[in-house]
């Protein structure tokens, strides 16, 4: 199902990217499942939990490596251009973005009720993956190499923001192991964590501040 959701939310986001559509573009966002995984990677970080840190890692991969897949296939086939109205804005990242991400990684473990909410969520998470990853594969595919790297530079901000802030939440929040000695192990895995993601956060700060526009 994970697979399944994946390509349809690539597949229409490619075809609202290519057209322009805000609409259609929001409703691959709908369909995107980004949550779970980074939500899961969060969660383990906190808990030091290797194997649930192995399982959503391993889904992330899966569903970037899908997403780029078909925004490169797309790309070769149709040659997309940078300068499309909702492709530019994907090429380039700003403080701004950074602050996107760090918001919907805080959003997304919040304890929300309802099924509104999680869906509400689930949507400000794929705002900030789905749609530059498929711009990346995309622009890839059609050889524009300079524009699909500020794609991915945008993508790699949002994976980091929101799984900082989702460790940093939940640590706010007092989620950890129920014994004490896991507990002290899950306290050292998050801290490292945390120093980790700030350390990638700033090196990625260095290059939007400073790098040749």
């Known amino acids: 199902l994970y697979v399944l959701l994946v390509t349809l939310s690539a597949v229409v986001a490619a075809i609202g990217l290519v057209r322009g559509d805000v609409a259609i573009i929001t409703g691959a966002m709908v369909i995107a499942p980004f949550l779970g995984p980074n939500v899961a990677l969060a969660l383990s970080t906190t808990l030091a939990d290797t194997k649930l840190a192995v399982r959503a890692a391993l889904s992330n991969v899966v569903g970037v490596l899908l997403a780029v897949g078909i925004g490169v296939a797309v790309g070769f086939a149709f040659g997309i251009s940078p300068a499309l109205p909702q492709v530019a804005p994907r090429t380039h990242v700003g403080l701004g973005d950074i602050v ?8 997304g473990v919040l304890p929300l009720p309802g099924g509104v909410a999680a869906v509400l969520v689930g949507v ?8 530059p990853i498929v711009t ?3 622009l890839l595919g059609s050889g524009h190499l300079a524009a699909a790297s500020g794609a991915l530079l945008l993508t790699v901000t949002y994976l980091i923001g929101i799984n900082l802030a989702g460790v940093v ?3 706010i929040q007092g989620v950890r192991p129920s ?3 896991e507990a002290e192990r899950a306290r050292r895995s998050s801290r490292l964590s945390i120093a980790a993601w700030i350390a990638l ?5 260095a290059i939007i501040l400073y790098a040749p526009r």
């Open 136 to 138: 990346f594969g995309m």
């Open 179 to 181: 014994t004490w000695w």
């Open 201 to 205: 956060l700033v090196a990625l700060s």
């Open 124 to 131: 400000m998470i794929a705002v900030a993956l789905l749609p």
């Open 169 to 171: 939440t939940f640590r």
């Open 100 to 107: 996107l991400a760090l918001a919907a990684g805080g959003a």
